[in-house]
């Protein structure tokens, strides 16, 4: 995965594996956001950063340096992101259905787009700017790019992740959903199930049970499925309760 600083500034979800963070999360008051996500490098720190379906914008301030505003794409593979005490991210991750028609998924999958920055206090998409976000107000930003047409709510990709009836078919469903999201159809239901998993396996249920309630062929297709979305085997998830 590519990104215009580097690649820790890519991703999604990050559970840390290393070093030492504060953080805080929540959900937001808008339809539009999955959660939004704050942190503070207190050491030199190593996370990875999972695939889960969302696609960001970061707010990236590095020890010494000035403020980056990123917005990345989503992933199919985890990624190692290396912080350095001192470090501080907050992170908006917005729900796949929705995107940016000026820079859509096929266009920022696996990479990071910078967007300027102006003291610290603003930054610009395109030909409009709009104020950094606090933690306890990025509804406020949402409703901006939602109100200028920055950002935007897909009824196709929406429909294909609850399985709703459409009218186009199938071949246009998922070329569709690839262009908005950056990610196949397929694979997004196959990163799905690997959360699921995770979240099976953290509960106290068996790999055989796991792999016979999600309709995986057998053990190793639950494991390969696993280590390819989750970088972790089943025994490491229920050994350390990663991939969540």
Request: charged share 25%; with cysteine; net charge neutral.
């Given at each position: 995965?590519?990104?215009?600083?580097?690649?820790?500034?890519?991703?999604?979800k990050?559970?840390?594996?290393?070093?030492?963070?504060?953080?805080?999360?929540?959900?937001?008051?808008?339809?539009?956001?999955?959660?939004?996500?704050?942190?503070?490098?207190?050491?030199?720190?190593?996370?990875?950063?999972?695939?889960?379906?969302?696609?960001?914008?970061?707010?990236?301030?590095?020890?010494?340096?000035?403020?980056?505003?990123?917005?990345?794409?989503?992933?199919?593979?985890?990624?190692?992101?290396?912080?350095?005490?001192?470090?501080?991210?907050?992170?908006?991750?917005?729900?796949?259905?929705?995107?940016?028609?000026?820079?859509?998924?096929?266009?920022?999958?696996?990479?990071?787009?910078?967007?300027?920055?102006?003291?610290?206090?603003?930054?610009?998409?395109?030909?409009?700017?709009?104020?950094?976000?606090?933690?306890?107000?990025?509804?406020?930003?949402?409703?901006?790019?939602?109100?200028?047409?920055?950002?935007?709510?897909?009824?196709?990709?929406?429909?294909?992740?609850?399985?709703?009836?459409?009218?186009?078919?199938?071949?246009?469903?998922?070329?569709?959903f690839?262009?908005?999201?950056?990610?196949?159809?397929?694979?997004?239901?196959?990163?799905?199930?690997?959360?699921?998993?995770?979240?099976?396996?953290?509960?106290?249920k068996?790999?055989s049970?796991?792999?016979?309630?999600?309709?995986?062929?057998?053990?190793?297709?639950?494991?390969?499925?696993l280590?390819?979305?989750?970088?972790?085997?089943?025994?490491?998830?229920?050994?350390?309760?990663?991939?969540s």
């Open positions: 995965m590519t990104c215009a600083a580097s690649s820790a500034d890519c991703g999604s990050m559970p840390p594996t290393e070093g030492t963070i504060t953080e805080q999360e929540r959900t937001a008051d808008s339809p539009l956001v999955a959660k939004v996500r704050q942190v503070r490098f207190t050491a030199d720190a190593r996370e990875m950063a999972l695939p889960d379906g969302s696609w960001d914008l970061l707010f990236v301030r590095r020890r010494g340096s000035p403020l980056m505003v990123i917005q990345t794409g989503q992933i199919a593979a985890p990624l190692a992101v290396d912080s350095q005490a001192g470090d501080e991210m907050l992170t908006i991750a917005f729900k796949p259905e929705v995107y940016m028609p000026r820079l859509p998924g096929r266009l920022t999958f696996s990479q990071g787009t910078v967007c300027p920055v102006e003291a610290d206090r603003s930054f610009w998409i395109g030909p409009e700017r709009f104020e950094v976000p606090r933690f306890d107000n990025v509804e406020h930003l949402v409703a901006a790019l939602a109100r200028r047409g920055v950002l935007e709510r897909d009824p196709v990709v929406s429909r294909a992740l609850q399985g709703a009836h459409q009218r186009l078919d199938e071949r246009s469903i998922q070329r569709h690839a262009e908005v999201t950056g990610l196949g159809l397929k694979a997004f239901q196959q990163i799905a199930r690997a959360h699921e998993a995770a979240r099976l396996l953290r509960d106290g068996t790999a049970q796991v792999a016979a309630e999600l309709e995986f062929s057998d053990q190793a297709h639950l494991t390969h499925s280590r390819r979305f989750l970088g972790q085997t089943p025994r490491q998830i229920t050994r350390h309760g990663g991939g």
